[in-house]
Protein backbone atom coordinates (compact mmCIF):
# COMPACT_ATOMS: atom_id res chain seq x y z
CA UNK A 1 0.00 0.00 0.00
CA UNK A 2 3.04 2.35 0.78
CA UNK A 3 4.26 2.01 -2.65
CA UNK A 4 0.58 3.11 -4.41
CA UNK A 5 0.92 6.60 -2.02
CA UNK A 6 4.35 6.81 -3.39
CA UNK A 7 3.54 6.70 -6.89
CA UNK A 8 0.31 9.21 -6.08
CA UNK A 9 2.83 11.55 -4.41
CA UNK A 10 5.22 11.42 -7.59
CA UNK A 11 2.16 11.46 -9.65
CA UNK A 12 1.70 14.79 -8.55
CA UNK A 13 4.94 16.25 -8.12
CA UNK A 14 4.88 15.53 -11.67
CA UNK A 15 1.54 17.86 -12.16
CA UNK A 16 2.46 20.75 -10.53
CA UNK A 17 5.45 21.15 -12.36
CA UNK A 18 3.52 20.78 -15.45
CA UNK A 19 0.98 23.46 -14.31
CA UNK A 20 3.84 25.57 -14.14
CA UNK A 21 5.22 24.77 -17.18
CA UNK A 22 8.65 23.49 -16.43
CA UNK A 23 7.67 19.67 -17.60
CA UNK A 24 6.92 20.30 -20.82
CA UNK A 25 9.43 17.11 -21.78
CA UNK A 26 7.24 14.75 -20.02
CA UNK A 27 4.75 15.09 -22.44
CA UNK A 28 4.43 12.08 -24.61
CA UNK A 29 5.43 12.88 -28.22
CA UNK A 30 6.20 16.23 -27.93
CA UNK A 31 9.97 15.52 -28.38
CA UNK A 32 9.68 13.35 -31.49
CA UNK A 33 7.45 16.10 -33.68
CA UNK A 34 9.04 18.34 -36.28
CA UNK A 35 9.53 21.77 -35.74
CA UNK A 36 6.42 22.42 -37.94
CA UNK A 37 4.49 20.22 -35.74
CA UNK A 38 6.18 22.03 -32.53
CA UNK A 39 5.13 25.42 -34.34
CA UNK A 40 1.66 24.63 -34.80
CA UNK A 41 1.67 23.70 -30.97
CA UNK A 42 1.06 25.82 -27.39
CA UNK A 43 3.48 24.12 -25.23
CA UNK A 44 2.29 26.27 -22.42
CA UNK A 45 -0.98 25.91 -22.39
CA UNK A 46 -0.62 22.01 -23.51
CA UNK A 47 1.76 21.48 -20.30
CA UNK A 48 -1.06 23.43 -18.30
CA UNK A 49 -3.41 21.15 -19.67
CA UNK A 50 -1.79 18.25 -19.40
CA UNK A 51 -1.01 18.80 -15.56
CA UNK A 52 -4.70 19.68 -14.81
CA UNK A 53 -5.83 16.62 -16.61
CA UNK A 54 -2.66 14.72 -14.59
CA UNK A 55 -4.07 16.03 -11.21
CA UNK A 56 -7.52 15.01 -11.84
CA UNK A 57 -6.62 11.73 -12.69
CA UNK A 58 -4.28 11.48 -9.47
CA UNK A 59 -7.40 12.47 -7.14
CA UNK A 60 -9.54 9.87 -8.93
CA UNK A 61 -6.80 7.07 -8.54
CA UNK A 62 -6.84 8.59 -4.44
CA UNK A 63 -10.36 7.95 -4.53
CA UNK A 64 -10.76 4.76 -6.08
CA UNK A 65 -8.19 3.45 -3.16
CA UNK A 66 -10.67 3.77 -0.62
CA UNK A 67 -13.59 3.31 -2.73
CA UNK A 68 -11.30 -0.33 -3.01
CA UNK A 69 -10.52 -0.19 0.50
CA UNK A 70 -14.65 0.03 1.39
CA UNK A 71 -15.81 -2.46 -0.77
CA UNK A 72 -13.31 -5.23 0.56
CA UNK A 73 -13.87 -4.67 4.34
CA UNK A 74 -17.48 -4.46 3.42
CA UNK A 75 -17.79 -7.16 0.93
CA UNK A 76 -19.09 -4.69 -1.54
CA UNK A 77 -19.59 -6.53 -5.15
CA UNK A 78 -20.55 -4.32 -8.01
CA UNK A 79 -18.44 -0.83 -6.58
CA UNK A 80 -15.26 -1.70 -7.95
CA UNK A 81 -16.56 -2.48 -11.33
CA UNK A 82 -18.47 0.79 -11.31
CA UNK A 83 -15.44 2.31 -10.29
CA UNK A 84 -13.78 1.60 -12.88
CA UNK A 85 -15.53 2.38 -15.47
CA UNK A 86 -16.68 5.67 -14.15
CA UNK A 87 -12.40 6.32 -13.98
CA UNK A 88 -12.01 4.93 -17.67
CA UNK A 89 -14.57 7.27 -18.74
CA UNK A 90 -12.95 10.28 -17.60
CA UNK A 91 -9.60 9.34 -18.63
CA UNK A 92 -11.28 9.08 -21.92
CA UNK A 93 -13.14 12.06 -21.97
CA UNK A 94 -10.27 14.21 -20.77
CA UNK A 95 -7.82 13.15 -23.96
CA UNK A 96 -10.51 14.01 -25.44
CA UNK A 97 -10.82 17.35 -24.49
CA UNK A 98 -6.89 17.35 -24.32
CA UNK A 99 -7.16 17.21 -27.82
CA UNK A 100 -9.46 19.71 -28.73
CA UNK A 101 -8.50 22.46 -26.77
CA UNK A 102 -4.55 22.13 -26.95
CA UNK A 103 -4.45 22.65 -30.62
CA UNK A 104 -3.43 26.02 -32.11
CA UNK A 105 -4.87 26.32 -35.51
CA UNK A 106 -2.90 28.99 -37.87
CA UNK A 107 -6.03 31.28 -38.97
CA UNK A 108 -4.77 30.44 -42.90
CA UNK A 109 -4.56 27.25 -42.64
CA UNK A 110 -8.22 26.10 -41.00
Given amino acids: MIIFWIIILGLSIMAVSLIFGKGSWMIA ?3 TMSKEEKA ?8 RAVGIFLLI ?6 MMSFVTQYAIKNDVKNIIGYSVGFFAFI ?3 GC ?4 ITCQKYDKNNK
Fill in 29 to 31: GYN
Fill in 40 to 47: NCDIKKVS
Fill in 57 to 62: VVVLTG
Fill in 91 to 93: VVV
Fill in 96 to 99: IILI
